[in-house]
């Protein structure tokens, strides 16, 4: 499964933006696909996670009430909109995936898969 992110930028406090992951190479919709992120000096973080139906979703208590993450499996794609966007919100943002039923999600030992990640720097 190849995984590639895009949509990340430069924002003010405040502002949306939406990450996509697009998968090839496999369809994902048995897979668990996670977000993690990483600002410098920093280990990488869990953020969301959903599973491979889109039923169930998970969040890290940071981004709980402003992130959603979501999946189109008609276009092997996943995505997380980020909203009311925070400077400790910068970090390069990674997709990963994993087959469902994998218990440990919110760590990235749990993870197969994993996109080579998109900036995302929330500034003024």
């Known amino acids: 499964v190849r995984l590639v992110e895009s949509g990340g930028g430069l924002v003010q406090p405040g502002a949306s933006l939406r990450l996509s992951c697009a998968a090839s190479?496999?369809?994902?919709?048995?897979?668990?696909t996670g977000w993690f992120r990483q600002a410098p000096g920093k280990e990488r973080d869990f953020v969301a996670a959903?599973?491979?139906?889109?039923?169930?979703?998970y969040y890290a208590d940071s981004v709980k009430g402003r992130f959603t993450i979501s999946r189109d499996n008609a276009k092997n794609t996943v995505y997380l909109q980020m909203n009311s966007l925070k400077p400790e919100d910068t970090a390069v943002y990674f997709c990963?995936?994993?087959?469902?039923?994998?218990?440990?999600?919110?760590?990235?030992?749990?993870?197969?898969?994993w996109g080579q990640g998109t900036q995302v720097t929330v500034s003024s």
């Open positions: 959903i599973s491979g139906s889109g039923v169930t979703t």
């Open positions: 190479g496999r369809t994902i919709s048995t897979y668990t």
């Open positions: 990963a995936a994993t087959m469902d039923g994998t218990a440990a999600i919110m760590k990235g030992s749990g993870y197969r898969y």
